[in-house]
C-alpha cells in the first residue's frame, strides 16, 4: 500500500491527514497548501531518507519541479530504476509539535502501541511509551504520562494541549489496528499536535501473516492450585544431604494427609515409606516429585489415576538441559487431564495458609501477607533467607522453574482468591504469554511488584540457560507493566522490602550528619521525601537534645548521643503525624552502645523504624541480637534505601 493510498484508508477512520497529492513522476500537480514536503511513493525505496528521497519545505512549483529533479537522480545513483509505478506524493508541512505513534508486533507482548517525541528525534532521544493494544483510557493516560514529551499536556512553557487530544488519537490507532489484524507494523511520524488535533504527516504500512492472537488463551476450569488435601512426597530420602529429605522435614508442619514414597521403604520422622505410589489408599490431589528426570513422565501417569489435580516437579534435567521433548509430553498430560503442574527444575511450594511447605528451601518461616513467585530457585532461596532474617512472612512461595504449565498470569489469578496474600512480588526472567500477564495485573486486587532480568543481550543469553525461557525487550517489559499498574524494581530485595512499606515521608535521626547527608541523597534519588518539621515539633525537639543539634531533618542528635538520647528523641518523633518512616541512623562513635540503642526497636512505637548499622566489629553484638530477633536493619546507606 502506498503513502497516499493509506492516507485514503486512515481517513475512513476519522484520522486528522494533513492535505497531501500524489501524482505520477513526470506529472505537473496542481498544488496550493505550500510549504510542502516532497517524497517518492515506491516500492523499491523503503527508507526514503537513506536514498535522498525527501525533500523539505518546498515553497513554489519551481522549486517543486527542481526537487523532483533531485529526487529522481539520487535513487538513480543508488542503482534504483524507476517506472510507471512509481510516483511523488507532496504532503503539506504544518506547524506542531511532532508526536511518533507507532504499531509493533512482539513476540511476547503482541501487538503494541509505541507513543512518544516523534521526527527526527525520535531514534535521538528514544522518548517513548508503550501502551497495550487492549489499554483502556486510563492506562494509555499513565504511560503517556512516564514520557517526557508529555509535559505538554501539563501547560510546560505555554503549551495548552489537552492529553485527551492523546488519548482520543491511540484510541482510534488501536480500533484501527484490531480492524487490520493483517498489519504486523505501523509508522506515523510525525504526527503533528495542533489545535485542531493530531494530524498525520507521514506514515508507513506493513503487512504480513497475522500471528495467533493470545489473549484468553489460558487455560480455563483449572483446579484451585492453592487447595491442598491429601499430598503426597516421591522421592524422600533419609540422607539429610539430599532434597527429599529437607522437603519432607519443611513439609512436616503441615495438617493435612502427608505420604512419603522413597523405593526402599522404611520410616522417616516418624511417617512411613511407602515404597509404591500404588500402596497409598484413596486420591491423591497434590504431589511433589524429587526422582530422576527419566522416570518423572512415569510417576505423572501413575498419579493421574489417583484424581492428581497439583503437581510440583523438583526434578531437573528437562528443558534447561536441553530435554524439551519431556516437558512437551509433562504439558500435554497436564492438559488432557487438567492438573497443575509447578517446575520443573524449582524449588518447590508453600502455602501458609495450610503451613504447608513444600520447599528446600530454609524452614521456621514466618507467614505474612506478601506472595513470592520466582522462575529461579536460587533467587527464591536466596530471599527465603534474607526474609528469615528479616522476620518478613510470606502467605505463598512459588518457585515456578521452567513453567512447564503454569505461568505467572494464572497464578496472579488464583492468588487473587487467597484472602491471606494481600501482595505478589515476582523475580521474573522471562514472559511467555504477555498478552494475559498484562491482562491479569490489570485485573489483579493486589498491588503487584516485579524485578526483571534479562535486561542485557549477555542475561537474556544466562536466562535462557537457566529456565529456557526467552526474555523480550526490557524497555518493553518495563513500560507496559508501568502502564497496566505494577510497580518494577531496581533492586531485587525489593521483592521483600517493599509491599508493606509505601513510603512518602521520611525522618531521619542520627548521631552523625555526614552519612545522614548520603542517605538524604539516597533518598531523593528515589523520588522521595523528606518530612519538614513544624514550629511546634522543633521546639519539642528542642526541649530534650542539645543546643547545637541539626535543627532540621536529618535530625541530627550529635555524635556523643547515648541510647537515651535515641530514646528520648524517638519519643517525640514517632508523635509526628505526617511521618510514615523513621530511620535510626547509627555510627560507631567512642560513647555509642549500639546494642542499647537497638534494643529500642523492640517498642512499639507506632511507627516504621529501621535501624542503619554503619560499621564492622563494633556493630556486631547489634547486629546479632537483630538477626536472632529477625528484626529488619541495613549494613549501609544504599541497602536501606534501594527498596524503596
Known amino acids: 500500500m502506498t503513502e497516499s493510498q493509506l492516507y485514503d484508508t486512515l481517513k475512513s477512520y476519522g484520522f486528522l491527514i494533513t492535505p497531501y497529492c500524489s501524482f505520477g513522476l513526470t506529472e505537473t500537480p496542481s498544488i496550493d497548501f505550500f510549504p510542502v514536503a516532497l517524497k517518492i511513493e515506491s516500492e523499491k525505496v523503503i527508507h526514503k531518507s537513506d536514498f535522498g528521497a525527501v525533500k523539505l519545505n518546498i515553497n513554489s512549483m519551481q522549486a517543486l519541479e527542481k526537487a523532483k529533479e533531485e529526487i529522481i537522480a539520487n535513487i538513480s545513483a543508488k542503482e534504483v530504476v524507476l517506472d510507471a509505478t512509481d510516483r511523488f506524493i507532496a504532503t503539506q508541512m504544518v506547524s506542531g509539535i511532532e508526536l ?322 494481600e501482595y505478589i512480588s515476582i523475580y521474573a526472567e522471562g514472559i511467555q504469554n504477555g498478552k494475559e500477564f498484562l491482562r491479569a495485573i490489570r485485573e489483579s486486587k493486589k498491588k503487584i511488584y516485579i524485578f526483571k532480568t534479562g535486561k542485557s543481550i549477555e542475561s537474556k543469553k544466562a536466562a535462557f540457560s537457566h529456565t529456557g525461557n526467552l526474555s523480550g525487550n526490557y524497555a518493553m517489559f518495563k513500560g507496559l507493566i508501568e502502564s497496566v499498574g505494577a510497580k518494577i524494581e531496581k533492586n531485587i530485595e525489593a521483592l521483600l522490602f517493599n509491599p508493606s512499606n509505601e513510603v512518602n515521608s521520611i525522618l531521619i535521626v542520627t548521631n552523625a550528619g555526614g552519612p545522614a547527608t548520603i542517605l538524604t541523597d539516597y533518598l531523593i534519588d528515589q523520588d522521595k521525601t523528606l518530612y519538614t518539621l513544624s514550629e511546634d515539633e522543633l521546639q519539642a525537639l528542642n526541649k530534650v537534645l542539645p543546643p547545637h543539634w541539626s535543627k532540621n531533618n536529618p535530625v541530627d542528635i550529635i555524635g556523643d548521643a547515648m541510647a537515651n538520647r535515641y530514646e528520648k528523641t524517638l519519643e517525640v518523633v514517632t508523635k509526628f503525624k505526617g511521618v510514615d518512616l523513621i530511620y535510626l541512623l547509627i555510627t560507631p562513635q567512642c560513647m555509642t552502645d549500639s546494642l542499647a540503642i537497638v534494643q529500642l526497636c523492640e517498642r512499639e512505637w507506632g511507627k516504621k523504624i529501621y535501624p542503619i548499622l554503619l560499621g564492622g566489629h563494633e556493630m556486631e553484638e547489634a547486629k546479632e541480637y537483630l538477626r536472632i530477633r529477625q528484626k529488619l536493619f541495613f549494613k549501609t546507606l544504599q541497602s536501606a534505601t534501594s527498596f524503596l
Open 100 to 421: 511518533y505513534v507507532g504499531l509493533v508486533d512482539d513476540d511476547i507482548f503482541g501487538k503494541t502501541v509505541v507513543f512518544g517525541m516523534g521526527g527526527v528525534f525520535l531514534e535521538l532521544y528514544k522518548d517513548v511509551c508503550y501502551i497495550d493494544l487492549y489499554a483502556d483510557n486510563a492506562e494509555i493516560r499513565h504511560a503517556i504520562g512516564l514520557t517526557k514529551i508529555s509535559k505538554v499536556f501539563e501547560g510546560f512553557r505555554g503549551f495548552d494541549f489537552s492529553i485527551e487530544m492523546a488519548v482520543e488519537f491511540i484510541r482510534s490507532f488501536q480500533n484501527f489496528a484490531k480492524a487490520n489484524p493483517d498489519i504486523i507494523e505501523l509508522d506515523f511520524n510525525p504526527v503533528i499536535l495542533t489545535k485542531a488535533g493530531l494530524k498525520i504527516a507521514d506514515a508507513r504500512i506493513k503487512k504480513g501473516e497475522q500471528k495467533p492472537e493470545k489473549l484468553g488463551t489460558l487455560r480455563t476450569n483449572r483446579p484451585p492450585f492453592f487447595s491442598n488435601q491429601r499430598v503426597v512426597l516421591i522421592g524422600v530420602s533419609s540422607d539429610t544431604t539430599k532434597v527429599g529429605y529437607s522437603i519432607a522435614k519443611n513439609s512436616l508442619r503441615y495438617g493435612g494427609e502427608l505420604f512419603f514414597v522413597n523405593a526402599k521403604g522404611g520410616e522417616l520422622f516418624g511417617k512411613q515409606l511407602y515404597t509404591n505410589i500404588a500402596h497409598i489408599e484413596g486420591n491423591i490431589d497434590t504431589a511433589v516429585i524429587m526422582i530422576p528426570s527419566k522416570r518423572v513422565t512415569e510417576s505423572i501417569k501413575e498419579l493421574i489415576e489417583r484424581n492428581l489435580q497439583n503437581l510440583i516437579i523438583i526434578s531437573a534435567g528437562f528443558k534447561e538441559a536441553g530435554d524439551n521433548e519431556a516437558e512437551r509430553i509433562i504439558l500435554s498430560l497436564s492438559q488432557q487431564h487438567n492438573f497443575n503442574v509447578i517446575g520443573p527444575n524449582c524449588l518447590g511450594y508453600l502455602n501458609s495458609t495450610e503451613n504447608l511447605n513444600l520447599t528446600f528451601g530454609i524452614g521456621g518461616l514466618k507467614n505474612g501477607k506478601l506472595a513470592l513467585l520466582s522462575q529461579s530457585g536460587a533467587v527464591l532461596s536466596a530471599l527465603m533467607d534474607k526474609a528469615y532474617d528479616a522476620g518478613i512472612g510470606f502467605s505463598h512461595l512459588v518457585s515456578c522453574g521452567n513453567m512447564v504449565d503454569l505461568d505467572f498470569a494464572e497464578m496472579i489469578d488464583m492468588l487473587n482468591h487467597e484472602e491471606m496474600c
